[in-house]
């Protein structure tokens, strides 16, 4: 596909989300955070008040127009790209690459970034490494069979596990040592928000900690007995 026609579908996939959204305040909140924006820089660059857009995102003003909404993510576009375009970059790759679906068991965007902490209770999970960093914001997640991904992805296939934002958890099931997730990651040079292990693994291989502590990303260990109420749980979130 087109560079062009690409970008095109970026920007209707997001105007249609925000419109078509049972709560398009939070929709509009979630993407401007996605592009990682203030909503000063967005207002000016809008040429209105930075009170619009916070009443917008509230609520308390009436959701934008389909025009409106049209202009603010050519907006957000605009502006990522002037900035070295990496979120429309994530998009791109996102869209571009089909992914096994044995391979990715779950992948959602929240609607509003969810704090790591009530992540990690909620898969049950234990940090083994970097519990001081738990707070970070994140706007998805991904589960992965990680054997399936060893086996089959490519490393470009590998980067769509980030989805639309790297600030999102990579949780990955089937583990045994919780060694293999952690170096995948380290070769493929993204960092994702936290990594969850979930598996028949008695303790967390040294090699994963000291990745995931280098790295600086919280790595947490579920303690979850089953995929299905793993998914179950993340799903509830966002």
């Known amino acids: 596909m087109a560079a062009e026609q690409l970008r095109e579908r970026i920007a209707r996939q997001i105007a249609g989300d925000i419109t078509l959204s049972e709560r398009p305040d939070e929709a509009l909140k979630r993407w401007r955070e996605v592009f990682n924006l203030s909503q000063k820089t967005l207002a000016e660059a ?48 996102v869209l571009s690459v089909h992914l096994p679906s044995d391979v990715i068991l779950g992948l959602k965007e929240f609607r509003r970034p969810v704090d790591g902490r009530v992540l990690s209770r909620a898969v049950r999970g234990r940090a083994v490494a970097n519990p001081q960093l738990l707070s970070r ?74 990745l995931a502590q280098e790295l600086r990303v919280p790595l947490v260990r579920s303690e979850l007995p089953s995929v299905e109420e793993l998914l179950l749980r993340l799903n509830e979130l966002g």
Do not use: C, N, W
Not at 51 to 78: A, C, F, N
């Open 46 to 93: 809008l040429g209105i008040s930075p009170s619009q857009i916070s009443d917008y995102e509230s609520g308390r003003r009436k959701s934008p127009g389909v025009s409106t909404v049209k202009k603010i993510v050519e907006t957000l576009m605009r502006l990522d790209e002037e900035r070295g375009g990496k979120t429309l970059s994530a998009l791109r790759r």
């Open 137 to 210: 914001s994140l706007f998805g997640f991904t589960v992965i069979d990680s054997y399936k991904a060893v086996l089959k992805l490519s490393a470009e296939e590998f980067r769509q596990l980030y989805g639309l934002t790297s600030e999102r958890a990579l949780v990955f099931t089937g583990v045994t040592t919780g060694r293999t997730p952690m170096v995948a990651i380290k070769v493929i040079g993204i960092t994702p928000g936290m990594v969850v292990l979930h598996g028949a693994l008695r303790r967390v291989d040294p090699l994963g900690v000291k």
